[in-house]
């Protein structure tokens, strides 16, 4: 399976995004993702679409958002802090969620306490 044309151009945008803001040459992105660098190209111009696994692979070892190169609208309804709070949830395990939510009340009860104040 790869994906749709629209979608590619999506994905392209956002590889070349990633791999730039993380300063990756396109030969050490590749190495990274363990693909040449013709095909890493190829990706980038939008002339290939990746497999559904090497397109998962892809979005994880970067850190792109797959919904925002699935699903135009979440890309455009979503602030940048929300989409990047998004890709890191992904990589959390149970125990950080435990963490992540005490914190995020903590926050909220703050922010709470902050308005009844003024």
């Not at 730039?20 to 993702?33: G, P, S, V």
């Not at 979005?59 to 925002?68: M, Q």
């Amino acid at each position: 399976m790869s994906l749709s044309i629209a979608d590619s151009r999506l994905f392209s945008n956002a590889l070349k995004t990633a791999r730039k803001k993380q300063h990756l040459t396109q030969e050490k992105c590749a190495e990274l993702l363990n693909i040449s660098v013709s095909f890493l190209k190829d990706l980038e111009r939008s002339r290939s679409t990746p497999s559904l696994s090497a397109f998962y692979n892809i979005c994880r070892v970067l850190n792109i958002s797959a919904d925002e190169c699935i699903f135009h609208q979440v890309r455009q309804e979503n602030s940048q802090s929300r989409q990047e709070l998004q890709r890191l949830l992904s990589r959390c395990n149970e125990s950080r969620f435990s963490v992540l939510t005490v914190t995020a009340r903590a926050l909220i009860e703050n922010q709470t306490k902050d308005l009844s104040n003024t």
